[in-house]
């Protein structure tokens, strides 16, 4: 069966260093993979996704993510964090044939950018 | 567009009691789902439908109901609410069930059940 990992419920990082929210994922085929980001009170917002092609994917509001297929992660990075990217991060993955071609989430990584 | 609108945002049911989860989309999406969040669990789809008239179970269907008689109205019916469907709802949308597809999120119905 298919899943998603992320092994950090929070991350806390000062404002203006680095962000990693990371995630590991376990499939028996191709993965398509995807970041949400969720604030406080609001659904989930698409932040970017790896269908195929180049393993570095950059998304909106300057997150990118790299996906390694021996490593089996997909890690989100921000090069210089905000304090507005404080929120609910989600790894998502989805496979051909599931049914319905379902996203499966990880359990979220909530990120505490403090000033 | 609106994109995905959910009513109510909030309810408090008593055990046993019924009710319906409205959503509606106005992007022309077929693909729509259902799916609950809960601490710790990330998201668990409860239903989904690739398009009118054809629905499917995802992974916790126990207890609710679905029925997709338009493109835009996907509502989700908890038939007698017990105590363990408190939790906030979110009902999604994408173009297709194509597996490259972003979902579409609205903004979540926080359901208490005493």
């Known amino acids: 069966a298919q899943s998603v990992a992320q092994p950090e419920d929070q991350v806390n990082v000062a404002e203006g260093n680095p962000l990693t929210v990371k995630c590991t994922y376990s499939?028996?085929?191709?993965?398509?993979l995807f970041w949400y980001v969720q604030y406080p009170n609001r659904g989930l917002q698409f932040l970017l996704k790896y269908i195929t092609g180049d393993n570095l994917v950059k998304g909106s509001y300057g997150f990118e993510a790299e996906f390694n297929k021996s490593q089996t992660s997909f890690h989100l990075k921000k090069p210089s964090a905000l304090v507005s990217d404080s929120a609910l991060y989600f790894c998502?993955?989805?496979?051909?044939?599931?049914?319905?071609?379902?996203?499966?989430f990880g359990g979220g990584t909530r990120v505490l950018v403090k000033p | 567009n609106a994109g995905v609108t959910q009513t109510p945002k909030f309810q408090v049911l008593k055990t046993g009691q019924s009710m319906t989860l409205q959503c509606a989309q106005d992007m022309n999406h077929e693909y729509m789902s259902w799916y609950r969040q809960d601490p710790g669990m990330g998201l668990r789809l409860i239903h989904y439908?690739?398009?009118?008239?054809?629905?499917d179970q995802g992974e916790v269907p126990n207890g609710y109901n679905v029925s997709r008689s338009t493109t835009e109205d996907f509502p989700l019916r908890l038939l007698s609410a017990a105590p363990s469907q408190t939790s906030v709802y979110f009902c999604a949308s994408s173009l297709d069930r194509g597996v490259n597809n972003e979902q579409f999120f609205g903004p979540g119905t926080r359901l208490t059940v005493l």
């Open positions: 499939v028996s085929g191709n993965p398509y």
């Open positions: 998502a993955v989805r496979i051909v044939k599931a049914a319905g071609n379902k996203l499966t």
């Open positions: 439908s690739v398009g009118a008239g054809i629905t």
